[in-house]
C-alpha cells in the first residue's frame, strides 16, 4: 500500500527517500528525472507496470506493519496475468507484499507461467540494506 506521501502525491513511491525510482534508473539505464510522469513513461518503455497488491485498507500511518488486517482490498492481480500473456514476471516490493500475494493472488494464478520474485522493500523503512544491496537484490527480475 502507498505511503502517505505517496498517496498525498498520487505517485507511485512518492516519498523522496523512497528507492524505487533510483533503482529502476540504475538497473534499466535511464536517467531519472524530477518529473514523476517522465520516469513512469520511462517505466512503461521497458515494459514495466506498476501495481499495487492491495487496492485499499486501513492503516494508521505509512507503516504496512500497521494494516488492519482483514480490511485489504485486493487488486485483481491473476485476471491481469490471465489477460496478459507477455507478464511473465512480478516482483513483490517488501514482505507485507510478499506475504498478501501469497495469501491472496498465487492460489489463483496460472502456475508455471509467471516468475514472482520476493524483493526487499524500497522503502526508507528498510535502513538496514544499502542501496547497492537492493540493487543486487532486485537485479534478478530485469533480467
Known sequence: MPSVASLEKQQYYGHPRNAFWPLLARLLDFDI???YTVNVEQAKAHDIA????ISECERPGSLDSAIVRGSERI???PELVAKHHGLIRIGL???MAVKLFKRHCLPN???GRVTVFAL???SPANAGMTFEARCEAWRPLFV
Open 75 to 77: 487488486n485483481q492481480i
Open 93 to 95: 516490493n517488501g514482505g
Open 120 to 122: 526487499p522493500s524500497t
Open 109 to 111: 494464478l496460472e502456475t
Open 50 to 53: 506498476i501495481w499495487d497488491v
Open 33 to 35: 528525472s524530477k518529473h
